[in-house]
């Protein structure tokens, strides 16, 4: 089998790599019967050099491989008709914007499986970036508390190489006694969790952060049941709430109150309650001064983010009594960090983190005759039609 590596083409640059150098001679020592070529990139973090360093080939022609693996959506006039391809199409919720890219895989007769759906039986992802979002998310978080209050000036996340070097810039600051509440415990979350532990933070009980004053600052990282209560009163599990979410109201504003820093790193689910809300963010108890939403769902759970911003101009204001956008530095302006493709911003880390596990979920499924299902669950098109899984698309494939 002959693995292309393409060339990510949209735009903004995205310097991110499904297989990097290492990664790769890792594969053919393990899959004698793979072949890897490297469509040549000016842009990628891993170099053509660095690439036919180790052996790989480095080509501006990959039209003779198998199975083409990118990250971001491939441009319809680059898609090669008859291949395997692998990369975030971002269509599976019916994203408009990338319909054309759908019709234009099934009119090539492309396979097509994206990142977002190479899951395991019990429908966990295998592959992401969330990890990565969580630690460069925090770290803006922090830096845009840094330059609202004018008290420190944090170089950008892309500037830095890796994630021990943003761990170290963290831990240069000063911070007040302030209170910074997390909500979300997967990966994305998690990785925010590193950051916040790595710079060395306090973390408190959800008890102690709701009813104590500290004299350093600290932090709380809270689950579905912690900012969501059932109407009814009762307690049962996150079972119920996932699975009845129209039973639940937000309970969020209990952290508002006493909060200086939200970092948003929670799934939000269809019909789950909105965090909080734009009549919420005007209560004179609001206290968050700086939304970091790394989940960014826009008009959503978390009535700051009306809108993302971008890794060169990452911060707006949200000024609650308009709900208008203003300059972030606007004294009464909630600081908004909403990125939606942080992990650009550290690529390296990121890349090789993704690369090992591509490497160990779906590379095998190739030479073991996909006998966990990864590929099956995974193929969203096949013969030029949507696959079973995802018939649901034909109607936005339509356009109805």
Request: hydrophobic share 40%; proline share 5%; charged share 30%.
């Amino acid at each position: 089998m002959k693995i292309g590596i393409i060339k990510e083409w949209k735009m903004p640059p995205d310097k991110r790599v499904v297989l990097p150098p290492n990664e790769c001679v890792q594969l053919l020592k393990k899959f004698p019967d793979l072949e890897i070529k490297v469509e040549s990139s000016d842009i990628r973090v891993f170099s053509d050099n660095e690439y036919a360093a180790k052996g790989i080939e480095v080509t501006n022609d990959v039209s003779d491989c198998d199975v083409l693996l990118g990250v971001k959506e491939v441009l319809n006039e680059k898609l090669i008709p008859n291949k395997k391809y692998f990369f975030f199409s971002h269509t599976i919720k019916k994203q408009a914007y990338n319909r054309s890219l759908l019709k234009e895989v099934l009119a090539k007769n492309i396979e097509l499986y994206d990142h977002e759906v190479i899951v395991n039986k019990n429908n966990v992802r295998l592959v992401a970036f969330g990890r990565y979002a969580g630690i460069v998310g925090a770290y803006n978080a922090f830096r845009t508390y840094g330059l609202k209050f004018k008290i420190f000036n944090l170089p950008k996340a892309e500037v830095l190489h890796d994630q021990q070097m943003l761990i170290n810039e963290l831990k240069e600051i000063k911070l007040p006694n302030i209170k910074i509440v997390l909500t979300g415990k997967g990966r994305v979350g998690n990785g925010a969790k590193e950051m916040l532990d790595g710079m060395g933070l306090r973390e408190v009980s959800v008890e102690a952060y709701l009813s104590q004053e500290f004299k350093e600052p600290v932090y709380v990282q809270i689950d579905v049941l912690d900012y969501n209560k059932r109407k009814d009163g009762t307690i049962i599990n996150k079972e119920d709430f996932f699975n009845n979410p129209s039973d639940y109201v937000s309970d969020f504003m209990r952290f508002a109150k006493v909060s200086d820093i939200y970092i948003a790193c929670h799934f939000f689910g269809n019909g789950s309650p909105y965090i909080f809300t734009r009549e919420d963010a005007k209560s004179p108890n609001f206290n968050i001064k700086v939304v970091a939403d790394i989940s960014c769902d826009i008009d959503g759970p978390v009535a700051s983010t009306i809108r993302p911003s971008t890794i060169a101009d990452p911060i707006y204001g949200y000024l609650a009594e308009t709900e208008q956008e203003v300059d972030y530095k606007t004294p009464k302006a909630i600081a908004v960090m909403a990125v939606d493709n942080l992990p650009c911003e550290l690529p390296k880390d990121a890349s090789e983190g993704f690369g090992k596990s591509f490497s160990e979920h779906v590379i095998p499924a190739f030479f073991n005759n996909d006998k966990d299902g990864v590929l099956h669950r995974a193929r969203m098109t096949q013969n030029g039609k949507l696959t079973e899984r995802f018939s649901y698309l034909q109607d936005f494939v339509d356009g109805e």
